[in-house]
């Protein structure tokens, strides 16, 4: 008899989640259904990030020309190299970015109209764990004055990337803050976390993850109002088949479209890498698709000047996703299978 009274206050218990999270997927899927408007695609405020490559002596004049071919032929508007990582206490070693000046003369000589910025975020130990107090005053006023130097260096702006963010936290905006003061009218973005898609969605998934996924959408906002570009990264999303990363796209787009100014830039980042840790994620999960989702979202949405697709990231892009970016992005009327989306599983 108890046994039979446990299983019967457990059961809904169980169903209630998982009736959540099957409503969540019909929702996500119900999205990511339709053709795009023809209009929809590349405003030529895209970007890209790069690896550390470019600044630490690896990479050459030679494969600034290279990229610099395919990058004329895109929407990219702005890149974003690594430079840091920042060390734990937030100072910025002028060893980690040796071969800046060069990249970036290089670069101002083939590439002039596309904009250099300094990614910067924190190291991360072989326990996957990241030391950088942001809180820390101290660590606050040394991240500024590294993001300071590098703009001296020559670079257009400073890109951060924070990783995890709480939503809520006031040391992000204190950072961004002091660093407008610091480089003036230089390009400020940053990466930013997922925005709650659904009210509540945040608890849960912190709960699981130990750390938040999703900002509110209040303070995404507040980050938003700070810089110049926010950058959201959808990818990693948990989501196990490409239509419903379609949707979660097109959801995270339509936000992202409400939250920030039309004279701010706002980017759908774009997994154009293969090792999510999961094998679910890196078939779900594409360029082609966070294009159309993009596009998708834009098509109920209507026209916005400053929007772009984000790649993530130059070292792991294969030829399939730069063909998938063009195809779909750059020139998506010329490949018509972009525009049916209805068949995807």
Do not use: C
């Not at 989640?17 to 053709?35: D, E």
């Not at 020309?65 to 395919?70: E, F, H, I, N």
């Not at 959808?234 to 419903?244: E, K, R, V």
């Not at 594409?286 to 159309?292: C, H, L, T």
């Amino acid at each position: 008899m108890n046994t039979r009274r446990v299983l019967r206050w457990a059961a809904p218990v169980v169903a209630v989640p998982i009736v959540l999270v099957l409503a969540a997927a019909v929702a996500l899927r119900v999205q990511y259904t339709g053709s795009p408007a023809a209009w929809t695609g590349t405003t030529g405020h895209d970007a890209l990030w790069m690896g550390h490559a470019w600044v630490d002596g690896r990479r050459t004049a030679a494969d600034v020309d290279t990229l610099a071919v395919r990058i004329r032929a895109s929407g990219i508007k702005d890149v974003y190299v690594h430079s840091g990582p920042l060390a734990y206490d937030g100072t910025l070693p002028p060893d980690r970015y040796p071969n800046a000046r060069n990249f970036l003369k290089w670069w101002r000589e083939r590439l002039p109209g596309v904009r250099v910025s300094a990614w910067l975020g924190q190291t991360v130990n072989d326990n996957g764990l990241h030391h950088l107090d942001l809180a820390d005053p101290a660590a606050q006023a040394r991240v500024v004055a590294g993001a300071r130097t590098l703009v001296g260096l020559g670079f257009d702006g400073v890109h951060y990337d924070f990783e995890p963010v709480p939503s809520g936290d006031a040391a992000l905006p204190a950072v961004l803050r002091e660093t407008r003061r610091a480089i003036g009218d230089r390009l400020l973005s940053v990466s930013t976390q997922q925005i709650e898609p659904l009210p509540g969605a945040r608890a849960p998934s912190r709960l699981i993850i130990g750390h938040d996924k999703y900002w509110t959408p209040a303070y995404f906002r507040q980050i938003a109002d700070l810089t110049d570009q926010v950058a959201i990264m959808t990818y990693d999303s948990w989501t196990p088949l490409g239509s419903l990363y379609g949707g979660h796209v097109v959801r995270q787009t339509t936000l992202g479209m409400d939250l920030v100014p039309e004279d701010k830039t706002l980017l759908i980042g774009a997994p154009a890498y293969h090792d999510h840790g999961m094998p679910l994620g890196d078939r779900a999960e594409s360029v082609a698709v966070a294009a159309e989702g993009a596009r998708l979202a834009l098509s109920e949405h209507g026209p916005r000047t400053a929007i772009g697709l984000a790649l993530y990231i130059d070292f792991a892009a294969t030829e399939e996703d730069w063909r998938e970016y063009e195809d779909g992005w750059v020139r998506p009327g010329r490949n018509a299978e972009s525009s049916a989306v209805s068949g995807v599983p």
